[in-house]
């Protein structure tokens, strides 16, 4: 799903917050980072509670939700083996 992020212009491109559909979700944490080969990582706790894995694409400037754990859900989550791109 792709998204709108806001970045923190002092640490390059660390989420300060993201947008998904009419809603604006507050970075409150980021918990990790990892690399791809065309892409960075990262999982992060919004505001409302839920965990997010947000996924930047290097050169392209453009963002994806590529997975979404509700505020004490085990595993409810849109890919919980890792990254994962929707479509």
Do not use: N, Q
């Not at 065309?38 to 453009?62: I, Q, S």
């Not at 963002?63 to 849109?78: A, I, N, P, Q, V």
């Amino acid at each position: 799903m792709r998204i709108h992020v806001e970045c923190r212009s002092e640490k390059g491109a660390d989420p300060l917050r993201f947008v998904l559909g009419d809603h604006t979700v507050e970075v409150e944490d980021l918990l990790d980072r990892w690399y791809g080969d065309d892409a960075d990582y990262f999982r992060v706790r919004g505001r409302d509670g839920h965990l997010y894995v947000l996924k930047h694409f290097r050169g392209h400037e453009g963002w994806e939700l590529t997975s979404f754990t509700r505020r004490g859900s085990r595993g409810t989550s849109l890919g919980t083996r890792g990254p994962r791109v929707l479509h």
